[in-house]
């Protein structure tokens, strides 16, 4: 029989980005809060310090700061006539491993998504006729939020998190020295772009002269002292280029640990229990809300938290995989095309070029997560594709982001030798000479998508594990091939000497090759409970005291990272919970 | 739940006394200790000149002739072993990573499991993975030459690597030899560059020959300079490596 916790406002499950912002924003209202994490209590100066941080083996290779697959693996299939197979190593899912989440090991792209990538489908008719959006494949649908109704939260996320960058759009006014192509903005960002590295004047002149339109991508990497609206302050990010799977040790790599901990943790209507997993959320007699969460704690002994709200602020794979195993709402069936959980996962479908130079410096190791020129010239809907046969598009950058050089060894000129003095030779001299350009591309749901529970593997508590069933849509890959083609262009005109281009599209989908860690939907919004699983309040049709927060609600992925489209939806819910729903506990409008 | 109830108990939160620490890991305002978390200080290799998991010699003689090919001495820097890569090895093979401590294990390992992955995959550890594939390495090389591996000359032993690579040879049926020439492989690249405190890396060999300079946490005297050869000299996370 479960112990019982005292009853808490709101149970906050998962304390990463999603959950952190939301738990600032109900505490401040004065709400009583719970979060519950899987992971332990970690923080800046006393877990990853600089004499910690700098680190590769440790973090970029052994994942040090990413939760371990024995605990939490994902079954995968490309198709239902397949057996899915449990991802044993590292692959696609990078969930932190403690408080802060994904949060706390993230590179730091700061993107807003383009106002396109909120309407793919209507827009996409609108401009190409029917037939374009409804290929037989894909499934294509409007979010039931667009761009201008989520600017002030997108705003409000980059004034918590410190964002560097230039706008390019402000209240409709274009500046070339920031991104042409973005949606308007209502201000600048809260801190100046960063420094052009090396790698990016090659890009910016080469793009330049080709007509494209480069800029510097904004970055949770920030680029001076800041002190954000709750007070926190954060430092100059010193370009380590000890970012991406790891922790920052100097407080200017935006996350939950540097923007809101300092703050909310120590507010007396909060609580964090760590080292507990959430395996279920507990349905009401009524049957139309929910009564709190069960947990397990580090010694396995079970745990009730009741609640008058739930906020599922997982890792999208655990959002979706809870909800299966609390029975809530329906399983999508892609057969019949009904039941809307585990509907419209997708990815990232990425191409690019890797080039090499003859006699560059490029300085790899001066770079930061998150920091590298980007063009989109090639994105979302920013050219014209009646006579192409996709949608979509990709941001394409160049990334100045590390020299880490035990994963550079793998990035050599075609023919170079692996191994032997061969091997020694081409990396003394390429790695001061290689650079890529990464097309980060946006990816379309498929109908025979889905993720249910697995049958045959489970984890340490015997839960099922999720299964995911999936491949990429055609119109991605042939947006990828298009974009590699691209990028191949820009690379000779930066004057590389060896170029290959890379398309992970061009073969099947596996969780275990990491073209990206942006794994997307199974829960999605929308304004038709028949096709979503919570409406545009990430509030669930089935339950209406249930949110369900987090990337795990995009109905389509965006040739951007994911991390600021999810704080400021999480913003957004936090503060309809706040300002309306509890006044009026019943479906939002 | 009626909504009477849930207004109810928003009215009284902002009232109510904290609950009372029921299980160990709950936490209510910031943490007081700011020390270092000592489980987190990273784990140096041992240093005391033995072995943990290479303990039976042969073993230790066969993969110090693979890693000398895979990294040979040159005038660009040390060879593999030199640099201390087999002590790398063992360590990390004594460790979390040799244990496969973070891989899902659980079987079944069902027959179309790595084609579907595009990546094999295992239930064995790193440990038995390399128990079994040296054991299996010197067996083959007794079978085809008569000899050990360790003292077949460098032609003949890059032969057998460059069939293993291209999965050419099987050593034994047991043995995905392809998988166990790329552990070897990352493992000897990982001892090369990784921090010296792992064990590898001698005098930041590896660093010096591509020029990275290490375990340094600030650019921002260097980030304008950009196309300049820097010549900086690495650091380690260890002050003398």
């Known amino acids: ?589 | 739940m009626k909504r009477r109830d849930m207004l109810t108990s928003l009215g009284v939160a902002i009232a109510a006394a904290p609950a009372a620490r029921l299980i160990a890991n709950e936490m209510q305002g910031f943490p007081h200790d700011m020390a270092l978390d000592q489980a987190f200080m990273p784990k140096p290799a041992s240093s005391d000149g033995k072995y943990q998991v290479l303990t039976r010699e042969i073993d230790r003689r066969t993969i110090a002739a693979v890693f000398d090919r895979l990294i040979p001495e040159d005038a660009l820097g040390p060879s593999a072993t030199q640099a201390g890569c087999v002590t790398f090895l063992d360590g990390q093979l004594a460790g979390a990573f040799g244990m496969g401590a973070t891989l899902y294990r659980a079987g079944p390992k069902a027959v179309g499991e790595d084609a579907l992955m595009q990546k094999p995959q295992f239930i064995a550890t790193p440990r038995e993975r390399y128990e079994t594939g040296l054991r299996a390495l010197e067996a083959y090389a007794q079978r085809t030459h008569k000899a050990s591996f360790s003292d077949l000359d460098a032609q003949q032993q890059d032969a057998i690597l460059a069939g293993m690579e291209k999965g050419s040879i099987e050593l034994a049926p047991e043995v995905n030899t392809q998988a166990f020439f790329e552990l070897m492989l990352a493992n000897a690249r990982e001892g090369y560059f990784a921090d010296p405190m792992y064990g590898g890396n001698k005098d930041m060999a590896g660093w010096k020959m591509i020029g990275f300079p290490g375990a340094r946490y600030d650019y921002r005297l260097y980030a304008d300079r950009t196309g300049e050869d820097l010549g900086l000299e690495p650091v380690s996370l260890i002050p003398k490596a």
């Open chain 1, 1 to 589: 029989m479960a112990n019982k916790r005292p009853k808490a406002d709101v149970v906050i499950v998962g304390l990463g980005w999603s959950g952190s912002l939301m738990a600032e924003e109900l505490t401040r209202a004065g709400l009583n809060v719970v979060a519950i994490d899987r992971g332990p209590w970690i923080d800046t100066s006393t877990h990853t310090p600089p004499a910690v941080d700098p680190d590769e083996l440790r973090w970029g290779q052994r994942k040090e700061m990413l939760a371990p697959p024995r605990d939490n693996t994902v079954t995968f299939r490309n198709h239902d006539g397949q057996d899915a197979a449990p991802l044993r190593d590292y692959g696609i899912f990078e969930l932190g491993a403690g408080v802060g989440g994904a949060g706390y090991h993230w590179a730091g792209m700061a993107w807003r998504f383009s106002p396109w990538d909120f309407q793919v489908r209507s827009r996409t008719i609108e401009r190409y006729g029917r037939a374009k959006a409804q290929d037989g494949e894909m499934q294509l649908q409007d979010w039931g939020v667009t761009y201008d109704d989520l600017e002030p939260f997108y705003d409000q996320w980059e004034r918590i998190a410190g964002i560097s960058g230039k706008a390019g759009n402000i209240k409709g006014k274009i500046d070339a020295a920031g991104n042409v192509f973005e949606g308007p903005r209502s201000r600048d960002y809260p801190t100046p772009k960063l420094k052009t590295l090396r790698i990016m004047e090659l890009f910016n002149k080469a793009t330049t002269d080709m007509g494209l339109h480069p800029f510097t991508i904004p970055c949770a990497n920030i680029s001076e002292p800041y002190t954000n609206p709750l007070g926190v302050t954060m430092g100059a990010c010193t370009y380590c280029g000890f970012c991406l799977a790891y922790g920052c040790g100097n407080f200017s790599k935006s996350s939950p640990q540097a923007c809101i901990f300092p703050v909310l943790v120590r507010r007396p209507n909060f609580q964090i229990i760590t080292k507990s997993c959430v395996t279920k959320v507990n349905k009401a007699a009524d049957g139309k809300t929910v009564t709190g969460v069960t947990f397990a704690d580090e010694h396995g002994r079970t745990w009730e938290q009741p609640a008058d709200i739930v906020c599922l602020t997982a890792f999208q794979v655990d959002n979706v995989r809870i909800l299966l195993n609390s029975g809530i709402g329906k399983t999508y069936d892609p057969r019949s095309g009904t039941g809307t959980i585990g509907r419209n996962f997708s990815f990232q479908t990425v191409s690019g070029a890797d080039m090499w130079f003859e006699d560059e410096q490029i300085n790899p190791f001066i770079g930061t997560g998150g920091l590298g020129s980007q063009i989109d010239d090639y994105n979302g809907d920013n050219f014209d594709h009646s006579k192409l046969d996709f949608i979509g598009g990709a941001g394409m950058l160049t990334l100045a982001r590390d020299g880490a050089p035990i994963a550079k060894a793998n990035a050599l000129p075609q023919g170079s030798p692996r191994w032997g003095a061969g091997f020694k030779k081409a990396y003394a001299k390429y790695y001061r000479n290689y650079g890529t350009i990464f097309n980060q591309g946006c990816s379309m749901p498929v109908k025979a998508a889905t993720l249910d529970l697995d049958p045959t593997y489970r984890d340490k508590f015997g839960v099922p594990l999720l299964r995911l069933t999936y491949d990429y849509a055609q119109s991605d890959r042939n947006m990828a091939k298009f974009t590699m083609d691209r990028a191949v262009e820009i690379a000779r005109e930066m004057g590389a000497a060896h170029v290959s281009g890379f398309n992970f599209a061009d073969k099947a989908f596996s969780t275990a090759v990491i073209a990206s860690d942006h794994v997307i939907g199974g829960a999605v919004m929308g304004d038709d409970p028949a096709t979503s699983a919570v409406n545009p309040w990430l509030q669930s049709w089935d339950a209406h005291n249930l949110f369900v927060v987090g990337a795990s609600a995009f109905p389509n992925n965006a040739g951007y990272n994911p991390t600021g489209t999810v704080g400021a939806l999480a913003i957004r819910t936090a503060q309809a919970i706040h300002q309306n729903y509890v006044r009026n506990p019943a479906p939002l409008a």
